[in-house]
């Protein structure tokens, strides 16, 4: 408060500090960031900054690469981004490039037809064509095959895939979302990863960053553990 009668300049020192002890607040201020699988909690700039990226991308179309230590929440990223944004009424279809052979995951991303392969006694539609104006999050990117890599670009490139036996292409329409522990940029140079594919998955890249990077964090995590759990 003031007293009269007072002095301009002593207004104007008072709204100054006002204004910078506003600012204290709002920057210390724990953001949360919560989808149907998990939330996201931070008051370091690191995760400020991730927060405001993974709202402002929400709002496009373009692919997203995610990258990231193992552990860090990738996959609660990809989902915030899709439930934040227009396509949270659309699929969310996730495939972990890492844990499938290369057949199968082929077979998951494009589809197959019947009698495509022993076993295939009904065809399937693959998550590609599924997403049908959704997101495709494709986890551990790094770890697809290189043949497979190929396959995938044109896709990408084409907007349409061709399921394993058939001879028709169908159109699609899903936005792709990948992400990985590896470093890609390292990978393309020892030829382990298409550099045109990299390009194209790259648009727009997420770094996350380990807890060990935002040790201010830690209090803050504790507490909403206790609360929690309690």
């Known amino acids: ?92 279809l996730p495939v972990d490039c890492s844990a499938l052979v290369p057949t199968l995951i082929e077979s998951e991303l494009f589809g197959y037809v019947r009698g495509a392969f022993t076993g295939a006694m009904q065809p399937k539609q693959g998550l590609l064509e599924a997403a049908n104006g959704g997101i495709v999050f494709l986890d551990e990117i790094g770890e697809l095959p290189v043949d497979l890599q190929a396959k995938l670009l044109r896709a990408l490139q084409e907007r349409e895939v061709k399921p394993v036996g058939s001879t028709r292409r169908i159109r699609f329409d899903a936005r792709i979302i990948a992400a990985t522990n590896r470093d890609l940029e390292s990978a393309v140079e020892q030829r382990a990863f298409r550099q045109d594919l990299y390009f194209r998955l790259n648009v727009v890249t997420l770094k996350l960053p380990p807890l060990r990077a935002r040790k201010l964090d830690i209090p803050l995590l504790a507490e909403h553990f206790l609360d929690k759990f309690a």
């Not at 990231?68 to 929440?73: F, Q, V």
């Open 1 to 92: 408060y003031l007293t009269k009668p007072f002095k301009n300049d002593d207004l104007l020192l008072l709204l100054e500090r006002t204004v910078e002890n506003l600012g204290l607040i709002t920057k210390n201020e724990p953001v949360r960031l919560r989808s149907s699988h998990g939330e996201f909690l931070g008051a370091t700039p690191p995760m400020q900054e991730l927060f405001r990226l993974i709202l402002k991308v929400s709002e496009n179309h373009y692919p997203v690469l995610i990258v990231g230590e193992s552990g860090t929440g990738k996959e609660l990223v990809a989902r915030a981004i899709h439930e934040s944004g227009p396509l949270r009424d659309k699929p969310f």
